[in-house]
């Protein structure tokens, strides 16, 4: 399906998804921007290359987005996390079917794997890509930060703590660009900014080679996925309102593009329910108050 209009803003998008989702709660607030921030620096300081990085800031952030309950975005916080794959496993069923991110999904797919002296270069027999232990070793910096405390105050902590797990839990080249990283009182000044998402965006040169040449009906069909699998209630509900949108829109005087971007529409019409954890979606019972708010809100957020 071809829809006329202007390029993709790629960059925007992953940050909005990475802001949705951490949405959800105070305690996560801007988790997923700061894993990629940090993810993009330490892959910054090992050398890689510019399509490397890209790919890198886009795993981190979204790399808990198979995290769908409250209790289970909370559980990942802890820095030894126990039963952590199965959210990476959803992320990547999440990702898989859409080309452009295909690759994004099996970095998220084993970025809780230990590196184990090496043996982590492997898990259940397939390879695990570098990228993976780089992200995890970016998530657990982030979760190390006490959001209530200066940050300048807990850098040697923070290193102590990483630096012990280097080898077991974590890759030791990564680590040691982290130690580097972690000298310059900079880093942490714009990992614990406000204006995270302005820095990032001056520093991520986004190249959008992955997206080149994916239709917006194709952007929107995966997000889809990402909106209604949170819920087996709300499972084919945006695409069914994309093919009722588009089947009345044809009826109408409108041209083809204006009702193919209805269906992006409907495929989209319900992104801002990405801030509401799987507990409030999955109720059988009837709502609180809370709830409800946290609901209407939905609507602001999709737009
Ligand atoms: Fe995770
Ligand atoms: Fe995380």
């Known amino acids: 399906m071809s829809i006329k209009g202007p390029g993709l803003p790629v960059f925007d998008l992953i940050m909005s998804i990475a802001d949705l989702v951490d949405l959800v709660s105070p305690v996560i607030e801007n988790h997923h921007k700061q894993t990629a921030y940090i993810a993009y620096c330490i892959g910054e300081e090992l050398g890689l290359p510019e399509r490397e990085l890209f790919r890198l800031y886009t795993a981190g952030s979204l790399h808990d987005m198979g995290a769908f309950s409250l209790e289970s975005k909370l559980k990942v916080l802890d820095f030894e996390v ?7 496993y959803t992320g990547y069923l999440l990702l898989k079917d859409f080309a452009p991110l295909t690759d994004i999904g099996r970095i998220i797919r ?123 209630f709300t499972a084919v509900h945006s695409s069914g309102v994309a093919a009722v949108a588009g089947f009345l829109a044809s009826f109408s005087f409108l041209d083809m593009n204006s009702i193919n971007l ?38 602001y957020y999709s737009f």
């Not at 126990?82 to 990476?88: D, E, V």
């Open 82 to 88: 126990l039963n952590a794959h199965q959210h990476a």
């Open 110 to 232: 084993y970025h809780h794997v230990p590196w184990m002296d090496g043996e982590g270069r492997e898990w259940n027999g397939a390879a695990v890509p570098e990228l993976s232990h780089i992200v995890h070793l970016a998530d657990r910096i982030a979760v190390l930060i006490d959001r209530d405390a200066e940050v300048l105050q807990q850098v040697r902590g923070i290193v102590a703590r990483i630096s012990e797990k280097s080898g077991s839990l974590l890759m030791p080249e990564a680590v040691d660009a982290f130690r580097k990283l972690a000298e310059k009182e900079s880093f942490w000044l714009d990992v614990v900014s406000k204006s995270l998402g302005l820095v990032t965006r001056r520093l991520v040169k986004a190249r959008i080679y992955e997206f080149e040449g994916v239709s917006i009906y194709g952007v929107a069909e995966a997000l889809r996925r990402i909106i209604d699998f949170r819920s087996r």
């Open 262 to 299: 209805i269906k992006v529409a409907g495929l989209l019409h319900d992104i801002g329910k990405l801030i509401v954890p799987s507990e409030v979606l999955e109720k059988t019972g009837s709502l609180s108050r809370a709830d409800v708010l946290l609901l209407r809100k939905h609507t």
